[in-house]
């Protein structure tokens, strides 16, 4: 079971970036439990949307122990470097299209928690916010959330900032698209677009209509239902947000792996 949720190829890249295991001087304690069975656990738990407490016992660790441990590594950052470094593979092979980057949200329920708030497209029951920056084909390159009431717009400059350097086939490291499809609710940003030079494709308000862009958005459409396969992100169950986001960098990095993978 472990082997079949971390391959080796996934657990040689994820020990790029896992913080060493703390010791303790006195000696003595229990027996630590190995990082590749904590990341299965976590990674079953992302996937099945189960709670801790459902964790089977085949993975080794039980559940508070593997929510320890997932705690303590979104605390280091771990899923975003873990990102980053698939990133890098992905762009050294020549996988990564930078032509046509698309952004996107999709909101979800939360019940508790920080950055939640009154979605207006769900009676105005709480919810949280996902949001995507994907390259051509549809693989993350940033991820963001927020409360289900913030503007999509608002979300723009955190998100095209927070692309991290990927390496290329060839030349330096890239970070920036060279054009950003969007739809019309982007539509007062094409000034802030053009400084860092990226060309955009936006739907007018009262000009033009977004469906019209179908045809090119469809990816990032469809990574919003790659992103489904994690039952974890069907409804917000983390009262901290950064343990949300942690289980949305899960699902990126998995998207992200599996084209790796081919």
Known sequence: MVERMVPDELWELFRRVVPPAPTRP???????YGDREVLAAIIFVATTGCTWRQL????????PTAHRRFTEWSAA????????????ELGSRGDLDWSRCAIDSVNTRALKGDLTGPNPIDRGKKGSKIHL?????GLPLSIGISGANLHDSQALDPLVRGIPPVR????LRRRRPAKLYADKGYDHLRGW???PGIRH??????????????????TIERTMSWLGGCRRLHRRYERKAEHFLAFTAIACNLICYRRLAK
């Open 77 to 88: 950052r771990v899923w975003a470097k873990l990102h980053r470094v698939i990133l890098d």
């Open 168 to 171: 290329s086939r060839r030349g």
């Open 193 to 195: 677009l053009r400084q």
């Open 26 to 32: 006195q000696g003595g304690g229990r027996r630590r």
């Open 201 to 218: 494709r936006i739907a007018r308000k009262g000009i033009e209509s977004s469906t019209w862009l179908g045809r090119h958005r469809w």
């Open 56 to 63: 089977p016992p085949v993975f080794g660790p039980s559940g």
């Open 133 to 137: 920056v994907t390259e051509r084909t």
